[in-house]
């Protein structure tokens, strides 16, 4: 308890001799100690939190990318596996479940791959847990955060939406990818917009590339 606040409650209280043996002994305070406590307690945290700096401002990211050959409705089933995110997104080794059903809001994914430096500073594997946050299909969209890592993501929210194209949705189709996260250490916000940008580019690449085979295979 800070000084200040234990003076104050020794004062307001009565000290006497024990009529017996002469030892000074404290009595119960008249006035209410908790009371009295609780008002020093928050005019501390009051100054306390009038000295603390402010909050640096969230980074805030958005990229897109088109994809002319690919319709919104073959894209957003490749999204919502959320388990298996490795085959698309590129410097992405693997992607796994750890907890939950796979595209069920609550669900966690194991990350692991070099798309983002570790925080450790050598060549470690970079890895994430992200929880599925929630999924919207009549939007075709879904948010997740990332519960634990070491690549220095703290408070990290990202969401991703596919808009449909053209007339009934028949020219092709945008991925839009949007994030929140608090500063990086080592990063420059533009510099991780960038990767970012970079990775979504060969994602969709990849991923109209694969629809485009399959559908020679099968025709």
């Known amino acids: 308890m800070p000084t200040f606040v234990m003076s104050k409650l020794l004062v307001a209280c009565h000290v006497s001799k024990h009529e017996r043996h002469g030892t000074p002994s404290i009595l119960t305070c008249p006035l209410p100690a908790q009371p009295i406590l609780d008002f020093y307690q928050r005019r501390l945290f009051s100054v306390m939190e009038r000295n603390s700096p402010p909050a640096p401002p969230k980074w805030e990211g958005k990229v897109s990318a088109r994809l002319n050959g690919a319709v919104a409705d073959q894209i957003w089933p490749l999204f919502k596996d959320f388990f298996n995110f490795h085959e698309w997104f590129p410097g992405l080794a693997t992607s796994y479940g ?15 791959g070099f798309s983002i430096p570790s925080d450790s500073g050598d060549d470690s594997v970079s890895w994430s847990n992200e929880r599925l946050i929630s999924v919207d299909d009549d939007s075709r969209s879904l948010s997740y955060e990332i519960v634990d890592c070491n690549i220095g993501f703290e408070s990290y929210v990202a969401t991703v939406t596919i808009v449909p194209q053209g007339d009934e949705g028949q020219a092709g189709c945008v991925i839009e990818w949007s994030f929140t996260v608090d500063p990086v250490e080592g990063w420059v916000r533009d510099d991780l917009v960038g990767r970012y940008e970079v990775g979504l580019q060969r994602m969709a690449q990849r991923m109209e590339d694969a629809l485009r085979v399959g559908m020679e295979r099968d025709g």
């Open 98 to 112: 750890i907890h939950g059903t796979n595209g069920e809001p609550g669900c966690i994914r194991y990350c692991a």
